[in-house]
């Protein structure tokens, strides 16, 4: 979890010079047009992810979301870093909504799965993870349950979110 100036810093580090950068976002809505950001999870390597939270409730120890797109602005528009993700035209436009300009993007995995199998009905990631690594993801519905029950990302306590996002 980076939550502080000393953790971002050591993030930039470890983005600058990467061979790519993969990327997610958590936000409160699956509209990509009305919902607000939470937090940015990113990985530069198989092993090893990072999550940002920007925008949970009742949390200090997040960072403003100006001074994290000021750290990730140089990276996420150096275009020697590819930018890798799943349904990534989704956090593309959160990212850009919130002042964090992405380019170029090189590899989506949703699409990717489509075209190998453009009758699949298992395009989600948790569904590939599981198909092509055996690995079971947590579900969304595990943090923020479902029906009227449910609560916003914004509402789940960082430590829960983070390892959720980063995987």
Same mark, same amino acid.
């Given at each position: 979890?980076?939550?502080?100036? *000393?953790?971002?810093?050591?993030?930039?580090?470890?983005?600058?010079?990467? *061979?790519?950068?993969?990327?997610?976002?958590?936000?409160?809505?699956?509209?990509?047009?009305?919902?607000?950001?939470?937090?940015?999870?990113?990985?530069?390597?198989?092993?090893?992810?990072?999550?940002?939270?920007?925008?949970?409730?009742?949390?200090?120890?997040?960072?403003?979301?100006?001074?994290?797109?000021?750290?990730?602005?140089?990276?996420?528009?150096?275009?020697?870093?590819?930018?890798?993700?799943?349904?990534?035209?989704?956090?593309?436009?959160?990212?850009?909504?919130?002042?964090?300009?992405?380019?170029?993007?090189?590899?989506?995995?949703? =699409?990717?799965?489509?075209?190998?199998?453009?009758?699949?009905?298992?395009?989600?990631?948790?569904?590939?993870?599981?198909?092509?690594?055996?690995? *079971?993801?947590?579900?969304?519905?595990?943090? =923020?349950?479902?029906?009227?029950?449910?609560?916003?990302?914004?509402?789940?306590?960082?430590?829960?979110?983070?390892?959720?996002?980063?995987?």
């Amino acid at each position: 979890t980076v939550d502080n100036q *000393e953790k971002l810093e050591a993030l930039v580090k470890a983005i600058n010079g990467a *061979e790519y950068l993969s990327f997610d976002t958590e936000t409160s809505s699956t509209d990509p047009i009305t919902a607000d950001l939470v937090g940015i999870s990113l990985s530069v390597d198989e092993k090893t992810g990072y999550y940002i939270p920007v925008d949970h409730h009742g949390v200090e120890d997040q960072l403003p979301l100006a001074m994290v797109v000021d750290a990730l602005t140089p990276a996420f528009k150096d275009e020697t870093i590819k930018k890798v993700g799943h349904n990534l035209k989704y956090d593309y436009i959160m990212l850009r909504r919130n002042g964090l300009d992405t380019q170029p993007l090189s590899f989506d995995t949703m =699409i990717a799965q489509f075209l190998v199998d453009p009758t699949s009905r298992r395009l989600g990631l948790k569904a590939m993870s599981e198909n092509y690594l055996g690995i *079971e993801m947590t579900k969304i519905d595990n943090l =923020i349950g479902s029906g009227k029950n449910q609560i916003s990302m914004a509402d789940v306590a960082v430590e829960k979110a983070a390892p959720y996002a980063a995987a």
